[in-house]
């Protein structure tokens, strides 16, 4: 599977957006973006995933690079219950999932 | 999401106890998957089984031995561990290759 780069961490303040970046520039055609969040005492859950395109749902929001080389997941308003190990991470398919150190995102009252 | 559980959360174990550490998922998939993630390491994969059949192995030491008896349960063995082997042992779980569903994990503490 392809490396991810991720800043090992990030602070931001409550309610306001937060842009965690991936740089991934040895990735695939075939390869799916995926992020994935670990919050402290948990196991990881899943945040998005996207290919080509940005795609958008409930949690966050996927900004992927037209050339695919970089990606930003975008939280549009953070609350102190984003607080966590947020991973990118590159695959096929989601079966083999390599998961790298990922950002810790620190949120701030 | 809370389909997927793991029992117990918390274990002790001496050097030369058996204990097995318990994954059940509620949510009608078909591959099952244990990581390990050690202190300040990345989880890594240990073992994959699809439709209860083993289909990955990443060289795992064989003092650890998974058990699918079928497509909701999943089982890892313990015996003879090591102190290195503390750590927190997660189950997950998926539809083929879709979305991986995580459980909270069980902290393994070899003394």
């Known amino acids: 599977d392809a490396k991810t780069t991720q800043p090992n961490s990030m602070e931001s303040n409550e309610e306001e957006p937060v842009h965690l970046p991936c740089n991934h520039s040895t990735i695939s055609g075939t390869d799916y973006i995926h992020w994935y969040r670990q919050l402290p005492s948990q196991g990881p859950e899943y945040v998005i995933h996207?290919?080509?395109s940005n795609v958008n749902n409930r949690m966050a929001s996927l900004a992927i690079a037209e050339d695919r080389k970089s990606s930003t997941l975008i939280l549009h308003r953070a609350t102190l219950r984003d607080a966590a190990v947020y991973y990118c991470i590159l695959s096929e398919g989601a079966q083999k999932l390599v998961f790298g150190q990922g950002t810790r995102l620190t949120i701030n009252p | 999401e809370t389909g997927v559980t793991q029992t117990p959360r918390h274990l002790v174990m001496g050097m030369t106890n058996k204990k097995s550490l318990k994954c059940e998922q509620h949510l009608g998939h078909n591959a099952m998957y244990w990581y390990k993630q050690s202190a300040k390491k990345p989880l890594e994969l240990m073992f994959v089984y699809s439709l209860e059949e083993r289909v990955e192995n990443n060289s795992v030491p064989s003092r650890f031995s998974p058990e699918c008896p079928n497509s909701s349960h999943l089982f890892l063995h313990l015996h003879t561990l090591q102190p290195e082997d503390s750590a927190l042992y997660l189950c997950a779980s998926s539809r083929g290759p879709g979305t991986q569903y995580f459980g909270p994990g069980t902290r393994l503490t070899v003394l």
């Open positions: 996207g290919l080509t």
